[in-house]
Each structure stands twice: as structure tokens, then as C-alpha cells.
């Protein structure tokens, strides 16, 4: 499958370079300078273009790694020199699959998705929703893409925003967690490089804990704490702070903002 990456800035070189790395991908990207393009084709070893007409010729699947602002433009650009059946996959936060479908001809397949930058770690998560014109297989060989770069999930649309919310903003909450964890530390007599390694492995450990046991994070919890422990005098401290609503609201916000991100954007 001949797959056009439209946009190689962050997230556009974070799937290029994931989806070389999975290997079996026919790959393709454009960018809008020539000084980009000479920079990718560099570092990729891959055909760059700058004209996006050529990069989607002959491409079954077409990904717009685009800032929200120029996605659909650029997508009414390329449509005529799209594949009938090719499927396009939009990434932009705020754009909506229907404001998609307008830019593009009636029929063609259409998938939405929504990762995050740890996909530069290829732990990212990526949320796909696909419009009804997306065959099954399509859907399928999207997740696979984004698979590449970490876990993906398929969801309705009307989920997006709090998709974007929790795990497209959720890598700065969990930053300023270990941050805030790491001064613990430090406050309590560790240099700050220990202290950062040990809140960053905690966190990653925890994380885990939770994918790989299945068990509720509350079990995992209870599990840590110990009678009159220093684990249950500490989450009683963070409780009073109202650590979990701090965060909980935090999701909410960004959930409630991401609504209107396209309205701000241009
Ligand atoms: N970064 C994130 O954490 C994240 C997470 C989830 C979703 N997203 C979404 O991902 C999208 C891309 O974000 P990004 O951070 O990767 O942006 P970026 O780093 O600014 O990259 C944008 C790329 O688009 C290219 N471009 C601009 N106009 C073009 C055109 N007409 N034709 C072809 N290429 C063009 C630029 O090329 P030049 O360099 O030549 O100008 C650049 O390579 C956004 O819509 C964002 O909402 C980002």
C-alpha cells in the first residue's frame, strides 16, 4: 500500500519514521518548502515532495499531518488528483469529519485521528474515527499505522474531545506530575537527577501496573498501602490538596476547549 505522509513537521516525521522502522510501508511525504523537503528526504531516504498533487498520485492512503489552519485547504487542493478509493486520514485537532467531507469528493473514505507526542517514543496512543465511507479493511490498516508509534483504539467522533483532553493533553498533566514528584524528592535530600529517574520510572512502572494486571488503579492502590503507612499518610495529604478532582477538572477543561480549537486557530 503506497501511503503519502501530506506534512513532515512533528508528528508527520514521528509516523515516518515509526512506519520505516515497522518496515512492509510504500512511503511518500510533502511539505510546503523546499528546505523542509531537502531536510526529510535527508533524514528519511524517501521521495519528498513539495507539490502535493504528486505525493498522493498513486497513494492508497493519504495521512494530512497538517496544522489545523490549512487542513482544509490543502485538502480541496489535492482532491482532484486523489485515488477514487484512496482513504484519507486527517490528524488535525479541531477539524471535524464533516468540515473533512466538505473539502473532499462525496465518496471518498475518510478516517479521523487524534495521537499524542509520546508517539515519538512509539508509546503514544492514537484514537481513529473513521467516517461510514471507510471500508472495514481501511480501518484496519489505519490502526496498524498508528500502531506503529503505539497503542490506537476506535472510537465514534463524538468522543474526540475528550479523547483530546485526556490523552492528546494528558503527556503535559503526567510531566508536571513527575516534576512535582521529582521536588518531593529533592526536598526530602535526593539530587535532582536521581529524583527525576526515580519519578520517571515510578510513573512508567505504575503505568504498567495498571495496563499489564487489568486491575483497577484503586485495587493497585489499596495494595501500596499499608495500616498507619507512610503510603496512606501521604494520599490523604494529596486528597486534602483535592489532587484527583485538580486533575479530573484539568481533563474536563481541555476536553471543553478542545471544542472550539479550529474557531481560535483561524
Ligand atoms: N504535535 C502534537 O502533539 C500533536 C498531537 C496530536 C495531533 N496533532 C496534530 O498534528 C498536526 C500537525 O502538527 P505538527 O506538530 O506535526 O505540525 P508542524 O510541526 O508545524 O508540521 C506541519 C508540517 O506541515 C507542512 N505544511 C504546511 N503547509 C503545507 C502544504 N500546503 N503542503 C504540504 N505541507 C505543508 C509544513 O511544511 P514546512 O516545514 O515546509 O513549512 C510542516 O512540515 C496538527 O493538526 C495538530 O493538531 C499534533
Redesign the pocket.
Known amino acids: 500500500m503506497k501511503t503519502a505522509i ?9 509516523l515516518l519514521s515509526g512506519l520505516q522502522a515497522a518496515g512492509g510501508w510504500d512511503l511518500v511525504a ?8 531537502t531536510k ?1 528526504a535527508e533524514d528519511f531516504g524517501l521521495p519528498i515532495f ?1 507539490d ?1 498533487h504528486q505525493a498522493v498520485a498513486d497513494a492508497d492512503l493519504v495521512v494530512l ?4 489552519k ?2 482544509l ?2 485538502a480541496a ?1 489535492v482532491a482532484p488528483a486523489l485515488k477514487k478509493h484512496a482513504a484519507v486520514i ?6 471535524n469529519l464533516a468540515d473533512l467531507k466538505t473539502a473532499l469528493p462525496a465518496l471518498q473514505p475518510l478516517l479521523r485521528a ?4 509520546p ?1 515519538q517514543a512509539r508509546a503514544g496512543m492514537t484514537v481513529i474515527c473513521p467516517a461510514p465511507s471507510a471500508s472495514s479493511e481501511q480501518i484496519k490498516t489505519v490502526k496498524r499505522m498508528f500502531e506503529a508509534v503505539g497503542r490506537a483504539l476506535i472510537l465514534e467522533e463524538e468522543h474526540i474531545n475528550a479523547v483530546t483532553g485526556l490523552s ?1 493533553s494528558g503527556p503535559a498533566f503526567i510531566y508536571l506530575v513527575i516534576e512535582a514528584l521529582a521536588d518531593g524528592g529533592v526536598m526530602s535530600g535526593l539530587p535532582r537527577n536521581v529524583a527525576v529517574e526515580l519519578a520517571t520510572q515510578t510513573t512508567l512502572g505504575a503505568a504498567r501496573m495498571v495496563q499489564e494486571t487489568g486491575q483497577h488503579p484503586a485495587a493497585l492502590k489499596d495494595a501500596v498501602t499499608t495500616p498507619a503507612g507512610c503510603t496512606i499518610s501521604a494520599l490523604l495529604r494529596m486528597e486534602d490538596g483535592g489532587l484527583r478532582s485538580v486533575l479530573a477538572r484539568g481533563v474536563e477543561e481541555a476536553a471543553r476547549r478542545a471544542g472550539g ?1 479550529l474557531s481560535r486557530e483561524s
Open positions: 501530506i506534512g513532515a513537521g512533528v508528528m508527520g516525521r514521528t510533502s511539505t510546503r518548502s523546499t528546505e523542509t523537503a526529510v513539495t502535493n499531518c497538517l496544522k489545523p490549512n487542513i485547504q490543502v487542493d486527517s490528524i488535525a485537532a479541531g477539524v487524534m495521537p499524542n507526542t508517539c492528546a480549537l
